[in-house]
Nanobody
């Protein structure tokens, strides 16, 4: 069973940057996409970015141009580079792989 562990969150001022990391264990194939989701307080979990070997990376409109998703050469490490952070980016960030158990996520808090 695939398990995922996120790290790298923290408290940052608006305009700042953070780099999130995710390490997966278990059967992870580079042929399948990986994703970053986030859940803001009181809101549903939303897709932030996805990366796939066979299609262009995709971003939510709200983060396009500010966030960059990338995948490690081992195919089981996932990153999210976040720049020019805004208070509305606050939330718990999760990485995901289809069929995997959701991790605990990493908290990102952006102060105004």
């Amino acid at each position: 069973q695939v398990q995922l562990a996120e790290s790298g969150g923290g408290l940052v001022e608006a305009g700042g940057s953070l780099r999130l990391s995710c390490t997966g264990s278990g059967s992870i194939s580079g042929f399948h996409p990986m994703f970053w989701y986030r859940q803001a307080p009181g809101k549903e979990r939303e897709l932030v970015a996805q990366i796939s070997r066979y299609s262009p990376t995709k971003y939510a409109d709200s983060v396009n141009g500010r966030f960059t998703i990338s995948r490690g050469g081992d195919q089981r490490t996932l990153f999210l580079e976040m720049k020019n952070l805004k208070p509305e980016d606050t939330g718990i960030y999760y990485c995901h792989y289809t069929g995997a158990t959701w991790g605990q996520g990493t908290q990102v808090t952006v102060s105004s």
